[in-house]
């Protein structure tokens, strides 16, 4: 494994990224197998349905409808659950990337050797893209394998879907990550700043469906794409998708141009 | 003379607050073994990073085998091996799994050459590094920096660590390598290895290249603080006019002294009594630059002192 810089990383990581694809497993696992057992659940949809629309609108994009398990699902696992599980994965890592070296000293022995700096983004990035999809694999079974051992109805397409929208989300906000890693050399600064980035987007997104005057802003944040079409159960929506792989583009070119143009701390 | 393999022009390296390094001047041949000697601090790693292209310079240039240090980066780092200063390895791999991960970056065919060197130096490359003392990683990362048996070799304090016995294992390779040809740049803040293992020693201090100098004319030039004990007691007159004896104390049965060049004289003046203890101190670096080049140092002219061999005068070393 030990043939390159993505090499390395996988070499590094792959139990990491098993262990935590097995627990982000757990979740959707749990939700899809509990959902035949809520026996209140009308109670609860007749609950939700006296909320204030506003309310209601916070929580999920969707008209909240408990009587099928995606709208269960959409409630409870990817208004929050999923993309944190992916973006927990991908704003460390990324932030990481280049300033993780950087800070722990080993980036100069690394840079030593005959290897372009842009080739150290770009291979870390294509390693945490891997790691990206097999923690979203992860969650996938774990919806399965629920559906599978409940006898629940689930769309385990538009739950591809879905979980693919997170990962989308996690690359977009990967990105800032990688870029903030690569221009300050500082990797917990980095992770924190687009972790702050996510909680904004979040609320930005969230308020957009609640305030009048916000609504048109609600484009800016990665979460508007991620959710907004609703993919589990309309699918994703290629537009949005776009929107995402363009977030983490950019982060990804702004993170080589400043990698390679910076002094190297250490 | 053919081309240097290392050169630098005006080669300058500003941060805000803290020192880089000013108008450096240097000349590295192809096959020697060149010191870099100064304290810590001196600028010695940032001159390092500037060549290795780690940090890019505010003014001037550096050129290795004749390339461009920016443009040309890529090139010349593969055909240079490097220990860093203040070395940090890879914890999670092993030292085969270094040397294996180095060897694909490198294009290298296979690790048996970082082998070789391992045996010398008794580097146990099997167990994890996390698991390793200081020393075996300095050893590791010996062996990393010669593995590819490269022509240029840049060790930032290579000895940091090492016990007696590696370390003068490391001074026999350092022989071999210049027997072979190949081209050493070793920076160090202890003089009796530079001495041990250079032909040629540049001198920095406080960012400014003081002096480059052959270790021959260094030596002769050695300084040492002298100690002697009497079991009689001693006049002062008996050694002040001893040559190269200086700052010279007598204290009832002791002595002590700051000798240049050749201790002979001294000992034989103190020959003619009766002797009970000889104690010789290695001077620290601050009070070399002092005897050698004044304390006008940091303040001093930056380009009129061209870094050509034997620069600084007698005058100098009287006055201090």
């Given at each position: 494994m030990?043939?390159?810089v993505?090499?390395?990383?996988?070499?590094?990581?792959w139990?990491?990224?098993?262990?935590?694809?097995?627990?982000?497993a757990?979740?959707p696992a749990?939700?899809?197998a509990?959902y035949?057992?809520?026996g209140?659940?009308g109670?609860?949809q007749r609950l939700?349905?006296?909320m204030?629309?506003a309310?209601?609108?916070?929580?999920a994009?969707?008209?909240l409808?408990?009587?099928?398990?995606e709208?269960?699902?959409?409630?409870?696992?990817f208004?929050f659950?999923?993309?944190l599980?992916?973006l927990a994965?991908?704003?460390?890592v990324?932030g990481?990337?280049?300033?993780g070296?950087?800070?722990v000293g080993?980036?100069?022995?690394l840079?030593?050797?005959?290897l372009p700096?842009?080739?150290?983004v770009?291979?870390?990035?294509a390693?945490f893209?891997i790691?990206?999809i097999v923690i979203?694999?992860?969650?996938?079974?774990?919806?399965a394998?629920?559906?599978?051992?409940v006898g629940?109805?689930l769309?385990?397409?538009?739950v591809g879907?879905a979980?693919?929208?997170s990962?989308?989300?996690g690359f977009?906000?990967?990105?800032?990550?990688?870029?903030?890693?690569?221009?300050t050399?500082?990797?917990?600064?980095?992770?924190?700043?687009a972790?702050m980035?996510?909680?904004a987007g979040f609320?930005?997104?969230?308020?957009?469906a609640l305030?009048?005057w916000i609504?048109?802003w609600r484009?800016i944040s990665?979460f508007?794409h991620?959710?907004a079409?609703?993919?589990?159960?309309?699918g994703?929506?290629?537009?949005?998708?776009l929107?995402l792989?363009?977030w983490?583009?950019?982060?990804?070119?702004v993170?080589?141009?400043?990698?390679?143009r910076?002094?190297?701390?250490r | 003379?053919?081309?240097p393999i290392?050169h630098?022009?005006r080669l300058?390296?500003?941060y805000g607050?803290?020192?880089?390094?000013?108008?450096?001047?240097l000349d590295?041949?192809?096959g020697e073994v060149?010191?870099?000697?100064g304290?810590?601090?001196a600028?010695?790693?940032t001159?390092?990073r500037?060549?290795l292209?780690?940090i890019?310079?505010?003014?001037g240039r550096a050129?290795?085998?004749?390339l461009d240090?920016?443009r040309?980066?890529r090139?010349?780092?593969?055909?240079i091996g490097?220990?860093?200063?203040?070395?940090?390895?890879?914890d999670?791999l092993?030292?085969?799994?270094l040397l294996?991960?180095?060897?694909?970056?490198?294009?290298?065919?296979s690790i048996?050459?970082?082998?070789r060197?391992?045996?010398?130096?008794?580097?146990d490359l099997?167990?994890?590094?996390?698991?390793?003392?200081?020393g075996?990683?300095q050893?590791?990362g010996?062996?990393?920096?010669l593995?590819?048996d490269?022509?240029?070799?840049?060790?930032?304090?290579?000895?940091?660590?090492?016990?007696?016995?590696v370390q003068?294992?490391?001074f026999?390779?350092?022989d071999?390598l210049?027997?072979a040809?190949?081209?050493?740049?070793?920076?160090?803040?202890?003089l009796?290895e530079i001495?041990?293992i250079?032909?040629?020693v540049?001198?920095?201090r406080?960012?400014?290249?003081?002096a480059?100098?052959s270790?021959?004319d260094?030596?002769r030039?050695?300084l040492?603080?002298l100690e002697?004990?009497?079991?009689?007691?001693?006049?002062?007159?008996?050694?002040?006019?001893?040559?190269g004896?200086?700052?010279?104390v007598i204290?009832?049965?002791h002595?002590s002294?700051?000798?240049t060049?050749?201790?002979?004289p001294?000992?034989?003046?103190?020959?003619?009594?009766?002797?009970e203890?000889?104690?010789?101190h290695?001077?620290s670096?601050?009070?070399?630059f002092?005897a050698?080049?004044?304390?006008?140092v940091a303040?001093?002219?930056?380009?009129s002192a061209?870094?050509?061999?034997?620069?600084?005068?007698e005058?100098v070393?009287?006055?201090?």
């Amino acid at each position: 494994m030990l043939r390159s810089v993505f090499g390395k990383v996988v070499h590094d990581q792959w139990r990491m990224v098993l262990g935590w694809a097995a627990f982000a497993a757990i979740w959707p696992a749990m939700y899809v197998a509990l959902y035949p057992s809520i026996g209140a659940i009308g109670d609860m949809q007749r609950l939700l349905d006296q909320m204030p629309p506003a309310v209601r609108e916070f929580f999920a994009s969707s008209s909240l409808d408990l009587s099928s398990p995606e709208g269960f699902l959409n409630m409870e696992l990817f208004t929050f659950v999923a993309p944190l599980l992916v973006l927990a994965y991908t704003v460390v890592v990324c932030g990481g990337a280049t300033a993780g070296e950087e800070e722990v000293g080993t980036m100069d022995l690394l840079l030593a050797n005959p290897l372009p700096r842009w080739r150290i983004v770009v291979e870390k990035s294509a390693a945490f893209v891997i790691g990206t999809i097999v923690i979203g694999i992860g969650m996938w079974v774990g919806a399965a394998a629920g559906a599978a051992a409940v006898g629940v109805d689930l769309d385990l397409g538009l739950v591809g879907q879905a979980i693919a929208s997170s990962c989308l989300l996690g690359f977009a906000l990967g990105g800032v990550a990688l870029a903030i890693g690569a221009i300050t050399g500082r990797r917990w600064l980095a992770a924190g700043v687009a972790l702050m980035i996510t909680i904004a987007g979040f609320f930005l997104n969230g308020l957009g469906a609640l305030v009048d005057w916000i609504e048109p802003w609600r484009p800016i944040s990665p979460f508007y794409h991620y959710i907004a079409n609703d993919p589990l159960s309309n699918g994703l929506d290629a537009g949005h998708a776009l929107v995402l792989v363009a977030w983490a583009l950019v982060g990804g070119v702004v993170a080589v141009v400043a990698f390679e143009r910076r002094d190297l701390s250490r | 003379m053919p081309d240097p393999i290392i050169h630098t022009e005006r080669l300058t390296k500003r941060y805000g607050s803290a020192r880089g390094i000013e108008e450096l001047d240097l000349d590295v041949r192809a096959g020697e073994v060149f010191g870099f000697l100064g304290p810590n601090g001196a600028g010695k790693t940032t001159t390092i990073r500037l060549l290795l292209d780690f940090i890019r310079p505010t003014s001037g240039r550096a050129l290795l085998f004749g390339l461009d240090s920016r443009r040309d980066s890529r090139a010349i780092r593969r055909r240079i091996g490097y220990l860093p200063g203040e070395l940090r390895l890879y914890d999670s791999l092993s030292g085969v799994e270094l040397l294996t991960f180095f060897a694909h970056l490198r294009g290298l065919p296979s690790i048996d050459g970082g082998r070789r060197v391992a045996e010398r130096l008794d580097c146990d490359l099997t167990r994890e590094i996390k698991a390793l003392s200081h020393g075996n990683r300095q050893k590791l990362g010996l062996v990393q920096a010669l593995m590819g048996d490269p022509e240029l070799t840049i060790f930032d304090e290579p000895t940091l660590g090492l016990d007696p016995l590696v370390q003068a294992e490391f001074f026999k390779l350092v022989d071999e390598l210049r027997a072979a040809g190949r081209t050493l740049f070793v920076s160090s803040h202890n003089l009796p290895e530079i001495q041990r293992i250079c032909d040629r020693v540049g001198i920095i201090r406080e960012g400014r290249l003081l002096a480059v100098e052959s270790v021959s004319d260094l030596k002769r030039r050695a300084l040492r603080r002298l100690e002697l004990r009497f079991a009689e007691p001693v006049s002062p007159e008996r050694f002040a006019r001893v040559p190269g004896v200086r700052e010279l104390v007598i204290n009832g049965l002791h002595l002590s002294c700051v000798v240049t060049g050749s201790v002979d004289p001294v000992l034989r003046a103190a020959l003619e009594l009766r002797v009970e203890d000889v104690i010789s101190h290695e001077p620290s670096l601050e009070e070399i630059f002092l005897a050698f080049y004044g304390d006008g140092v940091a303040g001093g002219p930056p380009s009129s002192a061209t870094p050509t061999t034997g620069a600084p005068t007698e005058e100098v070393s009287d006055v201090a």
